[in-house]
Structure formats: C-alpha cells, structure tokens
C-alpha cells in the first residue's frame, strides 16, 4: 500500500520560513517524480513545484520561484520543501504526489497517482 505522508506544516510569521517533509513508502520512490501542490480555502489546488526521480531536475510555479526549494533524498524515501520568504498568500495545505509522467504533465493534478493527506500552513501578517 502506497502510502505518502507530510510533515513540518505549522504557523509561521510573513517573512520565516518552514520545510516541510513527506515520507514514502509502499512505492519505488527513486522511479517517481515527485510533487508539491497546494489548496487554499475555497480555492482549487494549485501546483507549487516537482523534481525529477533523480533530483537533477526541477519546476516551480511562477508564485513561489526564487523563494520555495524541492529536494529529495532518495535513500531515505523522502522530499522536501523548503519555504523561505512566506507570504500570507502561502497560506494553504500542501500535499505530495507521487508520478511517473514526463516534465511537461507535472503541472497537473490529474498526472499524479499518488497523494498525501496533506499538512496545513499558516502564515499571519
């Protein structure tokens, strides 16, 4: 059973930072792509960024560009997002996703298989 799993999530002050983590397991992690959305009140959920199974490749949403970093560490089946410089429009929940689709399907939720449940950020001006 594939099971996708984030962490870190949290209050925070406009201007701080958070990372947040998800854990996989139940899947080939090294074989995924791997991806971060997210979804504010009322709002549809929105992609903020993926990298590639190996981690040498990279994407990101023009709203969060020069100030959200992915990474992942293969050996222990884990992404992270690194969130510097937040606003109070960051404010959301942030899932993971899990995918084997190619660069140009990453953008999209209906590309990922997998999902997480998700871990709130709040961030107050």
Do not use: H
Not at 5 to 32: D, P
Not at 33 to 40: E, T
Not at 84 to 103: F, I, M, W
């Amino acid at each position: 059973q594939v099971q996708l799993v984030e962490s870190g999530g949290g209050l925070v002050q406009a201007g701080g930072s958070l990372r947040l983590s998800c854990a996989a397991s139940g899947l080939a992690f090294s074989s995924y792509v791997m991806g971060w959305f997210r979804q504010a009140p009322g709002k549809e959920r929105e992609f903020v960024g993926a990298i590639s199974w190996s981690g040498g490749s990279t994407s990101y949403a023009d709203s969060v560009k020069d100030r959200f970093t992915i990474s992942r560490d293969n050996a222990k089946n884990t992404v992270y997002l690194q969130m510097n410089s937040l606003k109070s429009e960051d404010t959301a929940v942030y899932y993971c996703a899990a995918t084997q689709k190619g660069r140009e399907y990453w953008s999209g939720t209906l590309s990922y298989n997998y999902w997480g449940q998700g871990t709130q950020v709040t961030v107050s001006s």
